[in-house]
């Protein structure tokens, strides 16, 4: 979304972590992705470090804000998503039932799907009181935040886990998300096999 926010053209590439290539992990020893390669040969790694250094040096749509405080606070929300979020339920959910199957570890957690979903609901309850205070999550301007947020609860939906009948604040974020042109590679991307729900997609949900 940054880069498409910034308007590069890019090639996306598939890296199976898991297998920890060699040639991969001599680009970033951590062996995680994103990473990217400039043009010049220049790679780096890290979601974050990535999007600040695309902030940095091109042009387009600011992701990190403006003013100290609003970059401040657009980290924060990064952070928050990135961390509580993901540790207290994309980690629970996502890994339970799609990533256990997908590389063979056994049968899913269900205490652990469940414990997920329930925090779910304190997290859309925080996105709609930041959305119900302000245009978007960090504040006036779309940010980085709307997007970390949104690759998040964009996973579980694609699961159809989001119960966004009990959550009107986050439904109407996440509607205003999903207009926005960067958003629509997004919802382009289907996992072979495992279709969507019909909302999905949907604008208007």
């Known amino acids: 979304m940054v880069l498409a926010e910034k308007h590069l053209e890019f090639d996306m590439k598939v890296e199976k972590v898991w297998e920890r290539r060699p040639e991969f992990l001599a680009l970033n020893p951590a062996g ?109 301007e779309f940010s980085l935040a709307d997007i970390a947020a949104g690759a998040h609860v964009s996973c579980l939906d694609y699961l159809g886990d989001v119960p966004w009948e009990q959550h009107p604040g986050a439904r109407e974020w996440y509607a205003r998300l999903k207009s926005q042109p960067s958003f629509r590679a997004i919802l382009a991307d289907h996992i072979p096999g495992a279709p969507p729900p019909k909302h999905y997609a949907n604008l208007d949900f």
């Open 32 to 140: 995680t992705v994103p990473v990217l390669i400039e043009e010049d040969g220049a790679v780096l790694a890290d979601s974050n470090a990535i999007s600040e250094y695309l902030d940095e040096v091109h042009g387009g749509r600011l992701v990190l804000g403006k003013a100290p405080l609003e970059r401040a606070e657009v980290r924060r929300l990064v952070a928050w998503f990135d961390q509580k979020f993901g540790r207290e339920v994309s980690d629970l959910v996502l890994n339970e039932k799609f990533l256990k199957r997908f590389l063979g570890l056994g049968q899913p957690d269900g205490t652990a799907i469940r414990a997920g979903l329930a925090n779910l609901h304190y997290h859309l309850d925080y996105i709609g009181f930041l959305a119900e205070r302000r245009n978007w999550l960090a504040g006036e």
